[in-house]
Nanobody, 122 residues
Framework: QVQLVESGGGLVQAGGSLRLSCAFS????????MGWFRQAPGKEREFAAAISSQGFGTKYADSVKGRFTISRDNAKNTVYLQMNRLKPEDTAVYYCVAKGLTWYAGYDYDYWGQGTQVTVSS
């Protein structure tokens, strides 16, 4: 069974940076596409970023492209989301997700973490 635990959320001023981490426990981390979704208050959950199993492929939502970078360390079973030039509209609960494919370009992920809150003040 796969478990995902996010960390690194918090309160930051607009223009600042945060790095989220997601620890994966279970088998064969290197076989999973990993990603991040987010859900702002009163809004639907939305895709933010994804990375292929070996880290060679990435995909970003237009709203975060150029500001956020997804990466992974397969030796540590961890995926990261570096968030720069944060805006108040980035305020949301951020969820780590996993899909049991080496590359997945869709939005129907198999596993979800509990989420970590990111708040960006203006």
């Amino acid at each position: 069974q796969v478990q995902l635990v996010e960390s690194g959320g918090g309160l930051v001023q607009a223009g600042g940076s945060l790095r989220l981490s997601c620890a994966f426990s279970g088998r064969a981390f290197m076989s999973y596409t990993m990603g991040w979704f987010r859900q702002a208050p009163g809004k639907e959950r939305e895709f933010a970023a994804a990375i292929s199993s070996q880290g060679f492929g990435t995909k970003y939502a237009d709203s975060v492209k150029g500001r956020f970078t997804i990466s992974r360390d397969n030796a540590k079973n961890t995926v990261y989301l570096q968030m720069n030039r944060l805006k108040p509209e980035d305020t949301a609960v951020y969820y780590c997700v996993a899909k049991g494919l080496t590359w997945y370009a869709g939005y129907d992920y198999d596993y979800w973490g509990q989420g970590t809150q990111v708040t960006v003040s203006s």
